[in-house]
T-cell receptor, first 113, second 113 residues
Framework: DGGITQSPKYLFRKEGQNVTLSCEQN?????MYWYRQDPGQGLRLIYY???????QKGDIAEGYSVSREKKESFPLTVTSAQKNPTAFYLC????????????FGPGTRLTVL | KNQVEQSPQSLIILEGKNCTLQ??????????LRWYKQDTGRGPVSLTI?????NTKSNGRYTATLDADTKQSSLHITASQLSDSASYIC????????????FGKGTKLSVKP
């Protein structure tokens, strides 16, 4: 899990509610990422940020929002517009270079009740 | 379409035995290929990263190979241990930025005593 923490580990949400997942890293990495993992599928990129105050949409950004106000923090908000939010969410960080290793956090499992 | 396919989908072996996992990709352009190990309910951990010019890379009992001509990679695990039970994910980067990673669905390995 390196120097990346995600909280909470488990999260339950009622339909129609927004919820924010926390991701913090102390690796001094410039780049941070949010992925979604569903059973039997590969990880899919939601958002990524290569520098503070800048972020880009990934492949499945609809229904999600992020902010990058500090280098060490990259919170993800799952909004009520996300139709199927139940999933395992993974945060990662790395140096910006293309061949740099991505370090992943322990993940947050979100369940919509 | 950029794709990463892994086989087999799942594998059961006895402790102490060797095994080989396969990864075929149709990603272009190609920048690098990574293998990750993911324990159940945890974040992935990097095993190897190989660039176009590297054919083999080892990390302890894990040895990855890359054939850029046939667009195939394999991960060989020697003298398996119970702790090797996990999902193994092949990831290919198409360059540009680390937002261009294509993830395979993974091979779930179970090592039995």
């Amino acid at each position: 899990d390196g120097g990346i923490t995600q909280s909470p580990k488990y999260l339950f949400r009622k339909e129609g509610q927004n919820v924010t997942l926390s991701c913090e890293q102390n690796l001094n990495h410039d780049a941070m990422y949010w992925y979604r993992q569903d059973p039997g599928q590969g990880l899919r990129l939601i958002y990524y940020s290569q520098i503070v105050n800048d972020f880009q949409k990934g492949d499945i950004a609809e229904g999600y929002s992020v902010s990058r106000e500090k280098k060490e923090s990259f919170p993800l908000t799952v909004t009520s517009a996300q139709k199927n939010p139940t999933a395992f969410y993974l945060c990662a960080s790395s140096w910006p270079a293309v061949a740099s290793e991505q370090f992943f956090g322990p993940g947050t499992r979100l369940t919509v009740l | 379409k950029n794709q990463v396919e892994q086989s087999p989908q799942s594998l059961i072996i006895l402790e102490g035995k060797n095994c080989t996992l396969q990864c075929n990709y149709t990603v272009s352009p190609f920048s690098n290929l990574r293998w990750y190990k993911q324990d159940t309910g945890r974040g992935p951990v990097s095993l190897t990263i190989m660039t176009f010019s590297e054919n083999t890379k080892s990390n302890g009992r894990y040895t990855a190979t890359l054939d850029a001509d046939t667009k195939q990679s394999s991960l060989h695990i020697t003298a398996s241990q119970l702790s090797d039970s996990a999902s193994y994910i092949c990831v290919v980067s198409s360059g540009g930025s680390q937002g261009n990673l294509i993830f395979g669905k993974g091979t779930k390995l179970s090592v039995k005593p």
